[in-house]
């Protein structure tokens, strides 16, 4: 049995520490600083970029954009970008949390994109976010954003027992999201809730009565915190599976994981995109932009201000030609042109029982390579063009390639590719890592496609340039 390659250790170690968006994009950015990468803030000026140096920032703390800057970069060369996105569907804690019913503590949740929601029953849950803390010091209050995760399972969402509701067995499970998605905290035994919140708990008081969650869970996130918990002013919270992400199968070919739709891809373009840049003379010859932006929100249709909907992406490419080059504001536009879009976004690879959910001439497969998306109703944003330039960097290096379009008799799911090839004006292509059980708590994909997508776009940003020299369409 072949052992595991390092790429894909590196991807299950990504995938545990980031339960999150929030998380993903602190572990983006502790790689990205370890790297050698400068944190810039939108808040302040950019004048001193240069040549052949290195540089990310955030937004929200769930979108993270990095880049370099090659050593023959001139304000109005191109950008080449991969684009994927850090969130997944998932249950999020509702502004007033508590719930207590038939003798149980319960939280109240949203559900949060579109997510297989039965696959939630029956999970060892636990939470995690972010959350904005008070603190006071010498007589100064501020406001702190701090990442928190509980570690033990401490949620559950029970399923109803066959005997209870026989028609499960000839009419399946039916879900109400509002009455049954509502996971079990803990069980209104008097004594034994007052001694452990009034031993550990929060304080009562005329500021904060805890009408909004159950003084159980701020203990909990209080404690994770690091603070009491009448300091947490709010928070955003999710529910998380606590089983961790596993390579996995009898020959080890899968990874068994929560949220690969779509950190799997955020993954490889971030470590692509390090790798890539991290020897000495690796941008000496480069006079482009190499740049991965990871965005939030993708899952509930990007309209936010750090969803792919945003500026951000063209904010970024304008401050990075205008701090070469203040002077000519048309060479935002020129740059634009010679730019590339890479939109990653996982595939979904063929189901053997399933099959006839795939066309027939277009049936991806696990272990088969990076998936391009075709529709010719523009929910995908390849072209013959973009599709050719993507294509060809796969064949110098034999890597394989796959094609998928959907069959005409079911609709089409989209990406963030058509959302910046139309706001930006940018060329795209729409590609992913073929997976099953996409928007399941619990997906599977193949040890093999995570190396060919790696590997892919590690030459995408090495070979690019020189490529897309030869390429003559708009002349």
Known sequence: MAAVAPVVSDLVDFLNASPTAFHAVDEAKRRLKAAGFAQLSEREEWAGLQPGRKYFFTRNHSTIVAFAIGAKYDAGNGFHIIGAHTDSPCLKLKPVSKVTKGGYLEVGVQTYGGGLWYTWFDRDLTIAGRVIIREKRDGEVSYAHKLVRVQEPILRIPTLAIHLDRSLSSEGLKINN???????????????????????????????????????????????ANCEPDEICDFELQLCDTQPSAVAGAMKEFIFSGRLDNLCMSFCSLKALIDSTSAGHSLDHESGVRMV?????????????????????????SRITGSFNSSNSKLLEKAIQRSFLVSADMAHALHPNYMDKHEENHQPKLHGGLVIKHNANQRYATNAVTAFIFR???????????????????????????????????????????????HSIREMCAVDDISHSYEHFKAYFEEFTELDSKVKVDH
């Open 178 to 224: 509002q009455s049954h998605l509502v996971p079990v905290l803990a069980t209104c035994i008097k004594n034994e809730m007052q001694k452990l919140v009034g031993e550990n708990g929060p304080k009562e008081s005329l500021e904060n009565k805890n009408t909004k969650h159950h003084p159980l869970l701020l203990q909990l996130i209080a404690k994770e």
């Open 293 to 317: 932006a990871l965005f939030d929100h993708e899952e509930v249709g990007s309209n936010s201000a750090q969803g792919a909907g945003s500026p951000a992406m063209l904010d970024a490419l």
């Open 392 to 438: 060809e960097i796969a064949e110098r290096h034999q890597l394989p390639v796959q094609d998928f379009v959907v069959r005409n008799d079911m609709g089409c799911g989209s990406t963030i590719g058509p959302i910046l090839a139309s706001g930006v004006g940018i060329r795209t292509v729409d590609i992913g890592a073929p997976q099953l059980s996409m």
